[in-house]
């Protein structure tokens, strides 16, 4: 080489620097995590904290965790351990109650087994199988009931309605003028207390009501007494509570015209905004109860409320 031009040093090819070969890992990158504020707690939250640590000292010093673990291990140490010995104490604890005797009560007959060929008791077998021999409630006849107390009582009936729908009614929503008549205009058929619901229309299934009251609301034509029972006339709306005087008056003049007792909803279609049921609790409770009407199938207790005995 010409002077004035030095020689560029190399490495020598055995050299350590020329055999490593170029690092293939990337090169790390430390991330900065963003400092943490600090919370500064209020004075109520420090006032709080302060008292948490004072209960928690007291409790461990009063040892309330060791002897509530403590009494739950006796709990469980009390209890029988094997299930063979369960029946066993069941069956101590039966053998130390005691059986009450069975007193003697009167049964109601409905009107319907008596038709099948059940015998109706007189008052006297009543009055025998309402008597309890441990001083009970006793059962009398209404008559003997009011004439010992002094009180006058109304007519006598036989617990059988023999009217139909109020006549203006009947004009008003198209009945027929009798129960056959209205029965074999709108279908006929045997007559069952069982109900079909899917023969329900769907806009009456539809808004809640129970079996009972979604059939009586289809029966206005074909069995009014069904649906007197438990509706009023469309254009009516149902009262409740205290009757009035001109409801009371009404119920008598009815009873006394046409009987009363059963068919309570044919009854209550001559009221405006009573329905049958309503009709039949207020007979026992207002008209049998205070001698208005007499009707051999109740009897009174000793302490004065009426009993349907059939």
């Not at 009011?146 to 008003?172: A, T």
């Amino acid at each position: 080489l010409a002077e004035g031009h030095p020689r560029t040093s190399r490495a020598p090819a055995s050299s350590p620097v020329a055999d490593m070969p170029p690092s293939s890992t990337p090169r790390k990158r430390t991330r900065r995590v963003p400092a943490q504020p600090v919370e500064v707690l209020s004075e109520y939250e420090q006032a709080r904290q302060e008292r948490i640590k004072r209960n928690h000292a007291m409790l461990k010093s009063l040892h309330v965790r060791e002897a509530a673990a403590n009494l739950q291990d006796a709990a469980m140490h009390s209890l029988p351990s094997t299930s063979a010995s369960r029946p066993a104490l069941r069956q101590s604890i039966r053998k130390r109650r005691p059986v009450a005797p069975k007193a003697a009560v009167a049964r109601k007959r409905s009107s319907r087994i008596q038709e099948r060929g059940g015998s109706k008791p007189n008052s006297a077998e009543l009055l025998a199988l309402s008597d309890s021999e441990d001083g009970g409630p006793k059962h009398i006849p209404l008559e003997q009931y009011f004439k010992e107390r002094g009180i006058k009582v109304g007519p006598k009936v036989d617990g059988r309605f023999k009217g139909w729908v109020d006549p203006d009614v009947c004009e008003r929503y198209g009945i027929a003028g009798s129960a056959d008549e209205a029965w074999e205009r709108h279908g006929g058929g045997k007559f069952t207390f069982k109900i079909d619901r899917s023969a329900l229309p769907k806009e009456v299934r539809g808004k809640g009501y129970s079996d009972a009251k979604a059939f009586s609301i289809t029966q206005l034509h074909k069995n009014p007494n069904a649906y007197f029972y438990r509706n009023v006339a469309p254009h009516e709306t149902q009262a409740f509570g205290e009757w009035t005087e001109e409801e009371h008056s009404l119920f008598l003049n009815l009873a006394r015209k046409y009987g009363c007792g059963d068919k309570w909803g044919l009854f209550a279609s001559h009221f405006r905004h009573r329905v049958g049921y309503q009709c039949s609790a207020y007979y026992r409770d207002e008209i049998i109860a205070n001698g208005l009407i007499i009707d051999d199938r109740f009897m009174m207790t000793s302490g004065g409320r009426p009993v349907f005995v059939g």
